[in-house]
Nanobody, 127 residues
Framework: QVQLVESGGGLVQAGGSLRLSCAVS????????MGWFRQAPGKEREFVST????????YYADSVKGRFTISRDNAKNTLYLQMNSLKPEDTAVYYC????????????????????WGQGTQVTVSS
């Protein structure tokens, strides 16, 4: 099992920044793909970004490309999502996710590609 705990959400004005963290613990040696998803009220959960655990490959949804940066700290077993130039439409609950596989691919953008999920952290962007 893998445990994921997100933190860092909050209320921010449009144009501001937030950094989300996801503490990863448990059976992590076969989770080579980590990702961030988000779910706005009344909408389905959507892909935001994914990273190979080595950190040498990342992929972003078009809606966040150029504004968000995914990264990880292996020593701390922590995944991050730096969010800049935030917009009201970024308001959502943000979830950290892990895929139980030694393989990595930028095609892993569907909710059912991931096996483990955190509880989510709320991000609210005011206009």
């Amino acid at each position: 099992q893998v445990q994921l705990v997100e933190s860092g959400g909050g209320l921010v004005q449009a144009g501001g920044s937030l950094r989300l963290s996801c503490a990863v613990s448990g059976r992590t040696f076969d989770t080579n793909t980590m990702g961030w998803f988000r779910q706005a009220p009344g909408k389905e959960r959507e892909f935001v970004s994914t990273i190979r655990w080595s950190g040498d490959s990342t992929y972003y949804a078009d809606s966040v490309k150029g504004r968000f940066t995914i990264s990880r700290d292996n020593a701390k077993n922590t995944l991050y999502l730096q969010m800049n130039s935030l917009k009201p439409e970024d308001t959502a609950v943000y979830y950290c996710a892990a895929r139980r596989s030694i393989y990595y691919s930028t095609t892993y953008v569907q909710e059912n590609d991931y096996n483990y999920w955190g509880q989510g952290t709320q991000v609210t962007v005011s206009s």
